[in-house]
């Protein structure tokens, strides 16, 4: 592959692509149709594609271990046997699900998921961010309308979480070793005006090696790669409107992975953008940092 080239993974597209996730003992990818309510795992070296199939919409994923991932639902948290296609039910949904859901996530270094939620109608700040430790699921009170981004700093002492809908990313002081949430601070406020200018707004996220943040921009097309100062240091123009989140993973971690949305879309964009849904992949640089397991 080119070095700019953007390929699809698959011939066939998601509804809603979201977390896509390098697991290196199994050196594959997963991800999420969270519209199609399933769960997907791509082996880059024999291009086989397996999918399970869930009795609601997932927001996003982490692995436990071979053959085992935690599944956040909108119905609660489950954990799948990907070798038997066995769902267990861990814990009901800390939320009222017929207004909201979980969406983007991912697990710190000491194990714990940070998974966030969105308010369907989009109409308030109904969303939050949770911490779900060995079961126990809390609260950090972080009000959002959609949360993604996701994303800790190379030393661990920067949580990052973006609300899609104000536009804003903020960064948080971390402690990794108690699992607290500090200080905030405004990592990267962009502009709301939907005018010919519109860049998009942020969505899901990954720190690479260098301590870059990755950054997926819905309906802005691209995907930008930002100093830990809030400096944009690379802009990526994708074939898609809609990126959703972005992952590193394949054995050297060079591989930048994309997923996209087709549900919603308007027939005008997905006749411009026919790759809108797949899930997309280009060589990086500068690899990214193997992600964390969840732990029991
Ligand atoms: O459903 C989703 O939509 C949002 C984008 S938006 O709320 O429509 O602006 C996307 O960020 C999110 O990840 C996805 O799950």
């Not at 979980?102 to 109904?126: H, I, K």
């Amino acid at each position: 592959m080119s070095t700019n080239e953007i390929r699809p993974v698959l011939d066939t597209p998601m509804l809603l692509g979201e977390t896509p996730l390098w697991h290196p003992e199994e050196s594959a990818l997963f991800w999420i149709d969270i519209a199609g309510k399933s769960v997907h795992r791509f082996r880059p070296a024999d291009g086989t594609h397996q999918h399970w199939n869930l009795p609601a919409e997932p927001g996003c994923i982490a692995y436990i271990e071979v053959g085992k991932l935690l599944v956040a639902m909108r119905s609660g948290l489950a954990e799948l046997d990907t070798t038997t296609g066995t769902l267990i039910h861990l814990s009901d949904p800390p939320y009222d699900p017929s207004k909201v859901r979980f969406n983007d996530g991912r697990c710190d270094a000491r194990g714990r998921l940070w998974a966030g939620t969105l308010f369907d109608s989009r109409e308030r700040p109904g969303g939050s961010l949770f911490c779900v430790e060995q079961g126990n699921v809390r609260d950090i009170g972080k009000p959002v309308t959609v949360s993604n981004g996701v994303a800790f700093s190379c030393d661990g002492r920067t949580l990052y979480h973006t609300d899609t809908t104000a536009h804003r990313i903020m960064a948080y002081e971390f402690n990794v070793e108690t699992g607290e949430v500090g200080g905030a601070r405004l990592f990267k406020q962009f502009s709301a005006d939907k005018g010919a200018q519109y860049g998009g707004r942020p969505d899901g996220a990954a720190v690479d090696s260098e301590n870059a943040y990755w950054c997926a921009m819905y309906e802005g097309g691209r995907v930008l790669r930002i100093s830990p100062d809030g400096e944009i240091l690379r802009e990526i123009t994708l074939p898609v409107r809609c990126p959703t989140m972005v992952a590193f993973g394949g054995e050297d971690m060079k591989s930048l992975y994309i997923t996209t949305v087709r549900h919603n879309r308007s027939a005008d964009e997905l006749v411009r953008h026919p790759l809108s849904g797949h899930v997309l992949t280009m060589h990086v640089d500068v690899p990214g940092r193997l992600e964390f397991a969840y732990r029991l």
